[in-house]
């Protein structure tokens, strides 16, 4: 954590209690990223550190493992939000968060939507093309063939929208997100 020197006991005890304030909203918001709210914690005490931490040092402050900040560490980097980092002169491997929440959110669903977009696309794929071959080998069955043609235009409605959803990834992905919702400035 930043440094309080120099400041009463009563600053330091307003400043904590923002800071906790905020660091269980974080934790309690995690769940849009997948993670657990102790994982959300420890984003949000990272976020209000100066500098780099190691694991040691996190499980102390939150009191956990250092067997579970490690695997909150890992997910937290995986998730793009913490970047391992080289210390000079230091043999613990050290972390620090990536500030950008932007970038953040661009980072995680983009990932996670491309992930899910590919693998419905590819069901959906599959599905269509085993449905051409029943129908292909059954054109005398009536029932059959609208039963096939309802199924194959769901898929078909389904396919526009994730061909939608991938160049929206790829909005997000080049940035051009910000041309449409700039960000705002920092005051």
């Known amino acids: 954590m930043a440094t309080f020197e120099g400041l009463s006991e009563e600053q330091i005890k307003m400043i904590e209690k923002s800071r906790r304030r905020v660091v269980d909203s974080i934790g309690n918001n995690m769940d849009l990223y997948g993670v657990t709210t102790s994982i959300g914690h420890l984003y949000g005490m990272m976020y209000f550190h100066e500098g780099a931490v190691t694991l040691d040092e996190m499980g102390e402050e939150m ?78 069955n009536e029932k059959l063939g609208q039963l096939i043609e309802y199924d194959m235009a769901k898929m078909a409605h389904a396919l526009q929208y994730y061909r939608w959803l991938d160049r929206f990834i790829d909005v997000l992905e080049s940035g051009e997100i910000f041309d449409l919702v700039p960000r705002e400035e920092e005051s």
């Open 63 to 140: 009191g956990l493992s250092k067997t579970s900040i490690s695997t909150g560490m890992r997910t937290l980097v995986d998730l793009k939000m913490i970047s391992k980092i080289w210390g000079k002169g230091s043999r613990k491997d050290l972390y620090e968060v990536e500030e950008d929440w932007h970038q953040n959110f661009v980072d995680y669903f983009s990932i996670k939507w491309r992930k899910s977009m590919e693998m419905n696309m590819s069901a959906l794929n599959k599905s269509m093309t085993e449905l051409r071959k029943l129908r292909e080998q059954n054109l005398d």
